[in-house]
């Protein structure tokens, strides 16, 4: 049974750091692209970054860049996303999903996601 478990949010003051861990269990991370999204209340969800194992390519969406860091525990079985210099706008809901052996931009490829974990960024 493939399932994915997400964990390390909480709230955090601007400018600083979280790392999320994405646990994956049912399948093997070396065969699979994982990619995270965030939806803020009131917003569609939008992906933040994935990273393909295919070819070990990385994306990020344009505002986290040289700020978010995805990567992969493949012995683990984990993904994370390392945070760094968080902003406001920064604060939603971050969800970890896989799809097949290639990162894709639509959400409606990914076919297993997990429950959440929540990130609010405020004084």
């Known amino acids: 049974q493939v399932r994915l478990v997400e964990s390390g949010g909480g709230l955090v003051q601007p400018g600083g750091s979280l790392r999320l861990s994405c646990r994956a269990s049912?399948?093997?991370?070396?065969?699979?692209?994982v990619a995270w999204f965030r939806q803020a209340p009131g917003r569609n969800r939008e992906g933040v970054t994935c990273?393909?194992?295919?070819?070990?390519?990385?994306y990020y969406e344009d505002s986290v860049k040289g700020r978010f860091t995805i990567s992969r525990d493949i012995a683990a079985n984990v993904v994370y996303l390392q945070m760094d210099n968080l902003k406001p706008e920064d604060t939603a809901t971050y969800y970890c999903?896989?799809?097949?052996?290639?990162?894709?931009?639509?959400?409606?490829?990914?076919?297993?996601w997990g429950q959440g974990t929540q990130v609010v960024v405020s004084t």
């Open positions: 999903a896989r799809t097949g052996s290639l990162c894709a931009i639509d959400t409606h490829k990914y076919g297993y």
């Open positions: 049912g399948f093997g991370l070396q065969s699979f692209a």
């Open positions: 990273i393909s194992t295919k070819d070990g390519s990385e």
